[in-house]
């Protein structure tokens, strides 16, 4: 009966810690999901949501489609946020979580925890490539993007590096 008890004890803990982690996305968001799945999430998740169609030239990784949610009152990073969840030919992407310029330095602290140290770090952004997140410095906002588009950031990220003289 100990063991059951400290079994529970055990991943009631691991749960909370998981939940208290403010740069937890939740677990409905999987990346290459389509819209349709993710209604559901953006109806639970979102105060309000907007579907955007918009020109699949304008995202280069999109063939057929370019589709933006934008999800009001997206709770993230201990605040209620703009999320824009983008897809390309109907697979969720990546996503942009809107912040405030004075957030920065505590988002970053968090980060560096979480993920340890930056794979790039510019006057634009510092990327975090093995988890596939970043957070923009000139726009503030936090970006979550998926392995299928990983290496189009990881170039992206490499070739503003080197213009910033990383």
Known sequence: M?????STALIATACASAQADPLN???AI????????LTPAFDRLCDTYDVRTLDPAELPIAQSS????????????????LA???FADDALAFIWV???????????????ERYGAPSHDTPLFVAFTDDRTALRRDI?????YGDHIAPVYQGWFDQMATQAGE
């Open 30 to 37: 999987q990346f290459e999901a389509s819209l349709s799945s």
């Open 140 to 144: 503030p906002e936090f970006l979550y």
């Open 66 to 81: 370019h589709v933006q949610i934008d999800c009001h009152g997206f709770d993230h990073a201990g605040a209620s946020r």
């Open 2 to 6: 100990r063991a059951l008890f400290l």
């Open 98 to 112: 809107l912040t405030e310029a004075d957030e920065e330095a505590a988002h970053l602290a968090r980060m560096r």
């Open 84 to 86: 824009e969840f983008v």
């Open 25 to 27: 996305l939740d677990p």
